[in-house]
């Protein structure tokens, strides 16, 4: 079957019946057979380290996890440097980290219970894979928006019974974070670890009234004086 | 001048990043080099658990009897002190993980929840459902990010600066730009990782344990131990091989054959199952690992990446269908040596991890207790390398610009080989010759044979190369200069099995089946003797 990858096409062949086939593996018999330049990241094979993340047909997925088909369109992720190929820059990764204070400050300690536990255990499986950034609406036109990512590792230490100070962390949060964040959920439909990134960002949000910040997208757009806007905006 | 790191850890997993937040406690330039990001280290793998006995009031379970089970399993190869220290501060382990934010799966009781694992003669494996080490991971990473660790992400080790037998930084490939750098440090920790990954498609491991910083080690002067003591994981996906971890065996899961029946205890060391399982393939039987009875609940709630990785990779709805599967290279007890406080023969050089050789796990490692290893070690090589720094004097870095030449011309050397063989293939075909000649069963004639195909692999470099001529990110050059490691790493371990005439723990061999008193002592290689045994 053809697929093409980084604009150049690729006639790969496939072992079962259905035509299609395992698109990590397809890319390591490339690069042994066809064409030894072509680039990319991968890892385990097993969709827990995050690094082959790409676009299929302008989805992100990781390749390892990835069945492919006929006609197939492989890229990079979105919004990125490419380094080359199907590599991409990750280089702001930490900054994003550190930014959204996505660590343990100050334990408490509080009795961990099951239901502590089961609040971010799935909250705590983000793999880093980059495919929420390269699927942001909001990222693509400003690159000072905190990563989905940050924002979810944010979450998992606000949310965890262990965390003794959230005030820092959601103050971390206001600026170029859960506010400009417009709950598409393209986060969600794309995360390998099918984390609700979405669902995370509007708990933050939740949690940051409680602590008394306001949506300052609001503050500056909402016309107070009837309450009724015709236009629905 | 060039910065010199107090210390600098090569390596980015899980015994790598507590060396670094351990280091960090110490000293104030601490950085971590890794050719990966670190959350893609093979510790994200790691799926069932870490062993620790955390209660001996309410339970039967006892220290001694953790470290009994090493011992047995280590089959006289461990070292009972390093065993011992490693046992006892187990739940000390526990705890300072659960400080920094493990999110430790709880019991009915809200303590940490423990479960049985083979080899145990209790419940002691602490785990994060089945994602343990990749929670592990990810925590040890945001407290390195709390604590201003310096991260070289992808940067290839070429080389290691050593003066008058004291380290004093790395040569490296910056991958990205393809530019050779100097990297100094007072101290330098390896914490690189295991081997596995060299028997290509037939290993559970991540595509970058390659091994290559025992083979560079290797090359200064660092012994290597036990390089024959390699553990095959009984349960990875038939062709992915993919690892279905031991949880689904500890949870009650069975290995049936085709007619559906029982062959094996399940719980029994992995060698043994892998060994059982491995002689009805080679019959050209299937085996498969029958989780039906647990049902979908119990499955779900305490593996649900086995649920998930058996669907998503053959289509197996594990509580409806049988799954497939087959032994693959898991694990590498042989390392680096150190002695007890993780220090090599080299000054300022530690090494800890599956890197290095501890002696904890000997002959055979118990599930459970290769992620106990890292983190222990890993805070102690953290803490020595520190102190060690600590007391060195600043040097002169601009000494050091002959060997950053080298390693130029060295890689110069690469851009300009014939590249007629395509070590591409070679590489693949070398992952299945190991892992049918030094794979589970071994033999004389084998080995001769591979140690012969091997040397004419080696002879055979200047043939091979590579054809992608660029200098950003080139991942060609990565893997060939990896590839020429392989090749080193492979007759080391050839080389040793051949030596121990006998078998025991993960060593198998068919011409000699019996454990042999004579053997029990440590294989060593240096690349003056070549082979030495030598006791523990």
């Not at chain 1, 827990?48 to 069945?67: D, I, M, W, Y």
């Not at chain 1, 971390?172 to 969600?188: E, F, H, P, R, V």
């Not at chain 1, 949690?207 to 910040?213: D, E, H, I, L, T």
């Not at chain 2, 992400?153 to 750098?181: C, H, P, Q, R, W």
Request: hydrophobic share 35%; with cysteine; aromatic share 8%.
């Amino acid at each position: 079957m053809k697929i093409t990858i980084c604009n150049i096409s690729y006639t790969i062949k496939t072992k079962n019946n259905n035509n299609q086939s395992n698109l990590l593996s397809n890319l390591f018999q490339i690069k042994e057979k066809i064409n030894r330049t072509l680039s990319f990241r991968s890892g385990c094979k097993s969709g827990v380290c995050g690094s082959c993340a790409v676009r299929v047909n302008g989805v992100e997925k990781l390749a390892c996890k990835t069945t492919i088909k006929e006609g197939d369109i492989i890229e990079p992720l979105n919004y990125s440097i490419v380094i080359k190929d199907l590599i991409i820059d990750k280089k702001n990764q930490n900054d994003f980290l550190i930014k959204t204070k996505a660590y343990l400050e100050k334990k408490t300690n509080t009795l961990i219970t099951q239901e502590d536990e089961k609040k971010i255990d799935t909250e705590s499986n983000c793999i880093l894979c980059n495919s929420c950034l390269s699927a942001c609406p909001v990222y693509s036109i400003n690159e000072k928006f905190l990563a989905p990512y940050a924002l979810l590792r944010n979450f998992r230490y606000v949310e965890d019974a262990k965390e003794g100070e959230i005030q820092t962390k959601l103050e971390a949060i206001q600026t170029n974070g859960i506010w400009d964040c417009t709950l598409c959920g393209n986060c969600n439909m794309v995360c390998p670890s099918i984390i609700n990134i979405k669902g995370s960002i509007e708990n933050l949000r939740n949690k940051s009234a409680q602590f008394g910040y306001n949506n300052p997208n609001m503050n500056s757009g909402f016309d107070t004086s009837f309450g009724f806007n015709p236009n629905g905006f | 001048m060039p910065c010199i790191y107090d210390v600098l850890i090569i390596g980015s997993g899980g015994a790598g990043l507590s060396a670094a937040i351990e280091a960090k406690k110490y000293s104030k330039n601490v950085a971590v080099v890794s050719k990966t990001y670190p959350t893609a280290s093979q510790t994200c793998q790691a799926q069932g658990g870490i062993n620790a006995v955390l209660d001996t009031q309410n339970t039967n379970d006892s220290i001694q009897s953790h470290i009994d089970d090493t011992i047995k399993a280590a089959n006289k190869l461990g070292d009972e002190k390093a065993i011992r220290f490693m046992c006892e501060n187990a739940k000390e382990t526990i705890q300072w993980l659960d400080d920094i934010g493990v999110p430790f799966s709880r019991n009915k009781n809200n303590g940490i929840a423990q479960r049985n694992f083979g080899g145990a003669s209790f419940a002691r494996t602490c785990y994060s459902s089945d994602y343990t080490g990749l929670k592990i991971l990810h925590t040890l990473y945001d407290t390195c990010i709390q604590n201003d660790i310096k991260f070289f992400n992808e940067y290839l080790i070429l080389s290691f600066i050593k003066d008058n037998e004291t380290i004093k930084g790395v040569i490296v490939l910056n991958i990205a730009s393809g530019k050779i750098e100097q990297i100094f440090a007072q101290s330098i920790i390896i914490a690189s990782g295991g081997y596995a990954a060299i028997f290509n498609q037939f290993t559970t491991n991540s595509t970058a344990t390659t091994g290559e910083i025992l083979s560079i080690a290797s090359e200064i002067g660092c012994t290597l131990e036990n390089m024959e003591f390699i553990q095959f994981h009984p349960t990875s996906l038939k062709h992915s091989k993919i690892l279905i971890s031991e949880s689904a065996r500890g949870e009650g899961g069975y290995l049936v054959d085709q007619d559906g029946k029982r062959f094996i205890d399940e719980l029994k060391p992995r060698d043994e199952v892998s060994r059982a399982i491995y002689t009805k393939i080679q019959n050209g039987e299937s085996v498969y690992l029958d989780l039906r009875h647990l049902g979908k609940e119990k499955i779900l709630e305490t593996m649900p990446q086995e649920y998930h990785l058996a669907y998503q990779f053959t289509g197996v709805s594990l509580e409806k269908d049988l799954l497939e599967v087959t032994p693959a290279a898991h694990y590498t007890m042989g390392g680096i040596k150190v002695n007890r406080e993780t220090q090599t023969n080299i000054k300022n050089l530690f090494a800890c991890g599956e890197c290095a050789s501890s002696l904890v796990h000997g002959a055979n490692r118990l599930g459970g207790n290769s992620l106990l290893e890292i983190i222990t070690f890993g805070k102690i090589a953290g803490k020595n390398a520190s102190l060690s720094a600590n007391q060195s004097t600043v040097f002169d870095t601009s000494l050091y610009t002959n060997e950053l030449e080298n390693e130029e011309k060295k890689i110069k050397n690469i851009y300009a080989l014939s590249n007629v063989l395509n070590f591409q293939t070679l590489k693949k075909t070398l992952g299945k010759l190991l892992f049918d000649s030094i794979g589970l069963f071994r033999e004389e004639k084998k080995l001769t044979m591979l140690l012969k195909t091997l040397q004419g692999y080696k002879n055979d470099l200047e043939k091979m190369g590579i054809t992608d001529k660029s200098k950003v990110y080139n991942t060609e050059l990565k893997e060939f200069i990896e590839f020429t490691h392989i090749l080193n790493l492979s007759l080391t371990i050839v080389k040793s099995a051949l030596h121990r005439k006998e078998s025991r723990g993960a060593h198998f061999r068919s011409d000699f089946l019996e454990t042999n008193i004579k053997y029990q002592i440590s294989t060593l290689f240096t690349q003056e003797n070549e082979i030495l045994m030598v006791k523990i």
